[in-house]
């Protein structure tokens, strides 16, 4: 009856119940292997001469707020057929653990809903133990993800403090995962990952990234098919930084006597979505008044909108002349800023209007997940290891629970 309790409560099979005793309100568990069972480790032969055990203790499941343990007698045979003298191996349990499989299951279940110290504490191991678990599994299942079949990628980086520095990611855009977290930013992190995708024989198709030279001139070297697709949130967030920046000098010379000081306080107004200004707070009139008592800036606010307009045209064919049209307004403008800006976006024209060939393909997907890593950094109060990091941020496309580190 024991031995069929030991399969189905604790996922011990193929061995013989002993004994049982309770020390210090711990339950031990005595098992002993069938003896007919028996195999040479290496080349599984019966042909065997048994060389003394050693008893080892593994912690297994809990029965209720009891730690449970089981003691084996690991027996050390040599085989006559390869000459090999080895342990057996031990079914229930991995090599070099000193936990069941089940146990293993049990901690990986209650961190689905649990911190590492809360999963400690509830089954009374340490936290490293816990660590290790959920490192080791998210090994087997991240740390080499299948690269064959990718077509479409998004590339960005995150800031994660002083410790950790930059992280470079990259997304399957089709799958939603992370398939690479690489050390630092720029070409060089992406090193280790353009040698795994040449061995994978991925054909990408598609890059989503913004408009950095190092990424761009990473891309064009490792995959030179491959069309690049540059972001347009990047492109807005790139001009709106030029137009703070213009604001500021405007401010600048207001504040020495060139004009009324109205330009102080308004950089939210100027970067704000037009339909998302609130009246209650006289955003609008402050904006307006601002903008008609300064003309560059009113006319580098307006060509913001213009230029976020032409991601919004019904086809390539409107966003091209859309795009042409704005970047001889800019050029043609008394605005040095505008004039400096239509030629980078005239550099970058081929890869802007590649947005429309590709359906609406943006690093969009991936800036989700940096807000993911971020509050899963914040949550977990940093991290020590930086690998196991790297494993929680590539799980987290499976992550449909509350983020825990």
Not at 246 to 274: H, S, T
């Amino acid at each position: 009856m024991f031995t069929s309790l030991l399969y189905h409560a604790f996922g011990v099979v193929g061995y013989f119940y002993r004994s049982t005793c309770f020390i210090a309100g711990v339950i031990i568990i005595a098992i002993q292997a069938d003896h007919w069972r028996l195999r040479c480790p290496v080349c599984k032969s019966r042909e065997i001469h048994c060389r003394g055990k050693l008893v080892r203790r593994f912690r297994t499941v809990p029965v209720g707020q009891k730690a449970v343990y089981i003691d084996l007698p690991v027996q050390r045979v040599e085989c006559t057929r390869c000459q090999a003298v080895r342990q057996v191996k031990i079914q229930f349990a991995d090599e070099h653990k000193r936990y069941t499989r089940s146990f293993e299951r049990l901690v990986l279940d209650l961190s689905r809903h649990m911190t590492i110290q809360a999963v400690a504490r509830y089954l009374g191991v340490s936290w490293d133990l816990v660590k290790g678990i959920q490192k080791d599994n998210l090994n087997k299942r991240y740390r080499l993800p299948k690269l064959a079949k990718i077509k479409r990628i998004a590339l960005d980086e995150i800031y994660q403090g002083k410790k950790l520095g930059y992280l470079t990611i990259v997304l399957d855009l089709q799958r939603g995962a992370v398939i690479f977290v690489g050390n630092g930013k720029g070409a060089d992190a992406l090193i280790p990952f353009w040698k795994r995708l040449k061995r994978s024989g991925a054909r990408i198709e598609a890059v989503a990234t913004d408009m950095g030279p190092a990424y761009i001139s990473a891309v064009r070297a490792n995959i030179p098919d491959a069309t690049l697709v540059f972001d347009h949130f990047h492109i807005i967030k790139l001009f709106n930084e030029k137009l703070t920046k213009l604001r500021r000098d405007l401010q600048r010379e207001a504040e020495n006597g060139l004009g009324k000081p109205v330009l102080k306080g308004i950089r939210w107004l100027l970067l704000k979505n037009p339909d998302n200004l609130d009246d209650t707070r006289n955003e609008r009139q402050r904006l307006d008044e601002a903008l008609k008592l300064n003309e560059p800036l009113a006319t580098a606010y307006y060509m913001k909108e213009e230029l976020r307009n032409i991601w919004h045209q019904p086809d390539k064919l409107s966003a091209q002349n859309a795009l042409d049209e704005w970047v001889k307004k800019a050029a043609a403008s008394d605005v040095n800023m505008l004039k400096q800006f239509s030629k980078t976006i005239a550099a970058h024209r081929s890869g802007i209007l590649a947005y429309f060939d590709f359906n609406g393909l943006s690093t969009g997907p991936l800036e989700g997940i940096n807000n993911k890593i971020k509050t899963l950094h914040k949550m977990a109060y940093g991290f020590r290891d930086v690998e196991f990091f790297k494993l929680k941020i590539m799980a987290l496309h499976e992550t449909n629970y509350v983020l825990v580190g």
